[in-house]
C-alpha cells in the first residue's frame, strides 16, 4: 500500500505526517510493505527542506525530517492508494486536481483517523509559536496510530 500526506506547501504538517507515519511503522515492526510520501498543494517550497521549528520540536521526539517538499502531481493520483489531506482546503484542492472519480475516492482527511482526538483538522502551525507544533505532532501521532490500525484491520 502506497500513503501519501498533503498539506499547503508540504513543509510542515505533510512532512511530520510522513516521519511520524514511518516511525510508528518501524516501531511496531509490521507492515514493512507500506510506502510512505508526502507533497504539497503548492510548489512553493519546491526543493526545501521541512520548516526548521517543525524539524526541532519533531527531533524532541524522535523524528527525523528530511524529505524536500515537491507538489502533488497528478500521476499521485496512480501511484497512491491513500492520498491524506491535512485540511477541508487540502481536501478541496485535491478533489480539483483528482483526474477521475476514482481517483477522488482516494483522498481523505487525516482526523479521520484519530484514536483519541476530537478535532475536524491538523491546524497548519507555520505562523504559530512552540504550541502550535507540538499540537501538530499530537495529532499526528494519534491519527497514524488510528490509521496504521484502520490498515491493520482492512488487511484481516
Known amino acids: ?7 499547503l506547501g508540504n513543509i510542515c504538517r505533510s512532512a511530520t505526517a510522513q516521519a511520524v507515519m514511518e516511525g510508528i511503522i518501524a516501531q511496531h515492526s509490521v507492515l514493512t510493505e507500506l510506502e510512505i510520501d508526502s507533497a504539497g498543494i503548492l510548489n512553493y517550497h519546491q526543493g526545501e527542506l521541512p520548516d526548521s521549528r517543525m524539524r526541532m520540536h519533531a527531533s524532541r521526539r524522535g523524528y527525523e525530517l528530511t524529505h524536500r517538499s515537491r507538489p502533488v502531481v497528478t500521476d ?4 497512491f492508494d491513500l492520498i491524506i489531506g491535512m485540511d477541508d482546503r487540502n481536501i ?3 478533489k480539483e486536481k483528482a483526474p477521475s472519480i476514482e ?3 482516494k483522498i481523505h482527511r487525516m482526523t479521520d483517523y484519530a484514536l483519541h482526538t476530537v478535532m475536524d483538522h491538523v491546524p497548519d502551525p507555520y505562523y504559530g509559536g512552540a504550541s502550535g507544533f507540538e499540537l501538530v505532532l499530537d495529532l499526528l501521532e494519534d491519527c497514524c496510530e488510528g490509521l496504521l490500525k484502520h490498515i491493520q484491520a482492512s488487511d484481516a
Not at 500500500?1 to 498539506?7: A, E, H, N, Q
Not at 499521485?76 to 501511484?79: L, M, N, S, V
Open 1 to 7: 500500500m502506497k500513503i501519501l500526506f498533503v498539506c
Open 76 to 79: 499521485d493520483f496512480d501511484t
Open 92 to 94: 478541496s484542492d485535491l
Open 103 to 105: 481517483a477522488e475516492q
